[in-house]
């Protein structure tokens, strides 16, 4: 069983940054993908970013060159790095930690608040 924890988030004006922090509890996750969704009001979750157990990164669309996925195996904690923020990227963030095929494990998420 993996627990996970996300925290950073918050109030950001448009055009700044926030660093969002995934800590993995349970279990050593090195050997597993790693994922950050958001859901907006109204909205599906959708996928934001992965990383791989080989680092091998995959962004979303919407936010390639502006966010950026890293891990800390050491820490058991992956990264979610998050600049020149919009309103649209206003949402609840979640972690994921994949299981088999699937991503089986999530965390409870962080709000990020993007004011214009």
């Known amino acids: 069983q993996v627990q996970l924890e996300e925290s950073g988030g918050g109030l950001v004006q448009a055009g700044g940054s926030l660093r969002l922090s995934c800590a993995a509890s349970g279990r050593t996750v090195s050997a597993y993908a790693m994922g950050w969704f958001r859901q907006a009001p109204g909205k599906e979750r959708e996928f934001v970013a992965a990383?791989?157990?080989?680092?091998?990164?995959t962004y979303a669309d919407s936010v390639k060159g502006r966010f950026t996925i890293s891990r800390d195996n050491a820490k058991n904690t992956v990264y979610l790095q998050m600049n020149s923020l919009s309103p649209e990227d206003s949402a609840v963030y979640y972690c994921?930690?994949?299981?088999?095929?699937?991503?089986?494990?999530w965390g409870q998420g962080t709000q990020v608040t993007v004011s214009s």
């Open positions: 990383v791989n157990p080989i680092r091998l990164k």
């Open positions: 994921a930690c994949a299981g088999g095929n699937d991503w089986r494990y």
